[in-house]
């Protein structure tokens, strides 16, 4: 016997209450459209909450009071929507709305919701690139991370997080009137963000190989208010349950204007920043190589390795050439970083304006239009050995191709 709250369209209450009564559980509170859920759960402590799997009735907030009151959810599907919105938010126990009586019986007590039940929602990888003023290539380096991420067969999602210099859009010729990222966080904010609505607001770029889903930034700096800590990271959260990487480019700054402001509730000028560098799973970090930029990443290395605590960072130097640095540019690069930042193995990419210039003029990836770029060559290198999983066989990039191909069209 258990204790049952149900959170229900009426039909499927009307159908379930009295029965499950009729089997020996005991009914603990009927939450009703007018009445706040949360609240509701937390008074009652049911055993087991029964709602619909609605993005209006199964909400990380409810989640959320329920995990912490160990409070069993259960719920009810009854459209695709519903199914997407309930895999997105990691729900187990998942039934068809018209599911048998015995089933919902028999999940209620305990057992598994079987074969109805919608598949867990993948947990993607989440690579945050980060560059210090001085423009060394951050945009760059995340597009061809994520088309050559995209290439090897993996679904992947970028998305433009910088509200300093949001330069994704024109680098690869998209219109920016519509920013996908702001939207996001807009229905994060409303708890409203969903799969579904992030294959309606994202832009497709093609991939040879694959297809990319780009979440394009403000294109107004001063538009950056929109963008608060809180909204990025439930953003980031969701784009996990997306695609298998999501690459963030970020901004430059990492200064925490918290220490300045008396405002505790005031937004925050580099939220989407730092927050985007606190929810990676490992932080791309760009520099460029002449004195200048070896200077500016030095200084704001430690900075960075302060806010993302112990997360891997890797080390790109961009634009590697002797005509700045000197003979064997390579070995004067590295001794630098080793003697003045203690950084060991940094990838070391060589300058290719012609490559980069070609692809600025298009508005196409660097992929694309220079196929046999050497800086190219060395961002590939990178997703090889240190991103992709060393285990994953061409035939299992070919079947997570498949699958992101199937992916429904988003709506116009």
Not at 10 to 23: C, N, Q, T, W
Not at 77 to 86: F, I, K, L, Y
């Amino acid at each position: 016997m258990a204790n049952l709250a149900f959170f229900l369209d009426r039909d499927d209450e009307d159908r379930l209450v009295a029965a499950l009564v009729e089997r020996g559980h005991r009914v603990q509170v009927r939450i009703g459209p007018l009445t706040d859920p949360v609240l509701a759960v937390s008074g009652a402590h049911p055993d087991v909450l029964l709602v619909s799997a609605g993005a209006d009735t199964l909400t990380p907030a409810l989640l959320v009071a329920c995990d912490d009151g160990g409070i069993r959810v259960v719920a009810l599907a009854g459209s695709d929507a519903a199914r997407r919105n309930a895999a997105a938010l990691g729900l187990y126990d998942v039934l068809d709305a018209d599911a048998p009586l015995d089933l919902v019986d028999e999940v209620v007590r305990g057992g598994a919701a079987g074969g109805t039940a919608v598949p867990e929602a993948k947990s993607g990888v989440v690579l945050a690139v980060w560059g210090p003023a001085g423009a060394p290539g951050r945009t760059t380096v995340a597009i061809s991370l994520a088309t050559e991420l995209a290439a090897a067969g993996t679904s992947v999602a970028l998305v433009d997080a910088d509200t300093h210099s949001a330069s994704i859009a024109p680098v690869l010729g998209m219109l920016d009137e519509a920013p996908g990222f702001a939207a996001a966080c807009r229905l994060a904010g409303q708890n409203a963000l969903t799969l579904a609505e992030l294959d309606r607001i994202h832009q497709p770029y093609a991939v040879n190989g694959g297809t990319l889903s780009v979440l394009t930034g403000i294109p107004r700096a001063s538009r950056w208010p929109e963008i608060s800590t809180d909204r990025v990271t439930r953003t980031i959260a969701r784009c996990r349950g997306w695609a298998d990487y999501v690459i963030l480019d970020t901004g430059f700054s990492l200064e925490n204007d918290e220490e300045i402001s008396s405002d505790l509730f005031a937004p925050r000028r580099n939220a989407a920043t730092l927050a985007a560098l606190r929810a990676a799973d490992r932080v791309v970090a760009v520099g460029a190589a002449d004195p200048i930029g070896l200077a500016r990443y030095l200084r704001a290395y430690p900075d960075l390795l302060d806010l993302v605590d112990d997360r891997p960072v890797l080390t790109v130097i961009n634009k590697v050439r002797a005509g700045v640095v000197g003979l064997n540019p390579n070995g004067q690069v590295r001794a630098t970083l080793q003697r003045f930042g203690g950084i060991e193995d940094p990838v070391l990419v060589p300058s290719d304006d012609r490559g980069t210039d070609a692809a600025l003029l298009a508005g196409r990836a660097l992929r694309d239009v220079s196929p046999r770029s050497p800086a190219l060559g060395a961002i590939s290198r990178l997703v090889t050995d240190s991103i992709l999983p060393p285990a994953l066989p061409v035939s299992r990039r070919r079947a997570l191709r498949r699958r992101r191909l199937m992916r429904p069209l988003r709506a116009d």
